[in-house]
């Protein structure tokens, strides 16, 4: 049973930051790319940015890109998500997801494990 542990959600000021991490247990996880999606409400769950199994590559969002960064931490079987420059548009709640597979997906059905989500809002 493969199990993903959202943190670091909360309330921040636009122009902030936040990191959320994403904690992975029951499977070997770099076996695993990993990404995270968001969903704000009334929207559909979409994309922000994954990463391979090494960490060499990484895909964004245009949305985010230049302001968000991922990373994984193979000792603590953890991902980040670094998130600067947040604007109230990236308000939504956040998920992490694992991909038993080699190559990057940015569609839901591409990934197989799911946490919970944390809330990320931003005010004005």
């Known amino acids: 049973q493969v199990q993903l542990v959202e943190s670091g959600g909360g309330l921040v000021q636009a122009g902030g930051s936040l990191r959320l991490s994403c904690q992975v247990s029951?499977?070997?996880?770099?076996?695993?790319?990993m990404g995270w999606f968001r969903q704000a409400p009334g929207t559909e769950r979409e994309f922000v940015t994954a990463?391979?199994?090494?960490?060499?590559?990484?895909q964004y969002a245009d949305s985010v890109k230049g302001r968000f960064t991922i990373s994984r931490d193979g000792s603590e079987n953890t991902v980040y998500l670094q998130m600067n420059s947040l604007k109230p548009e990236d308000t939504a709640v956040y998920f992490c997801?694992?991909?038993?597979?080699?190559?990057?997906?940015?569609?839901?059905?591409?990934?197989?494990?799911w946490g919970r989500g944390t809330q990320v809002t931003v005010s004005s």
């Open positions: 029951g499977r070997t996880f770099r076996m695993f790319v």
């Open positions: 990463i391979s199994w090494t960490g060499g590559s990484a």
């Open positions: 997801a694992a991909r038993p597979a080699p190559t990057i997906a940015r569609y839901i059905t591409g990934y197989d494990y």
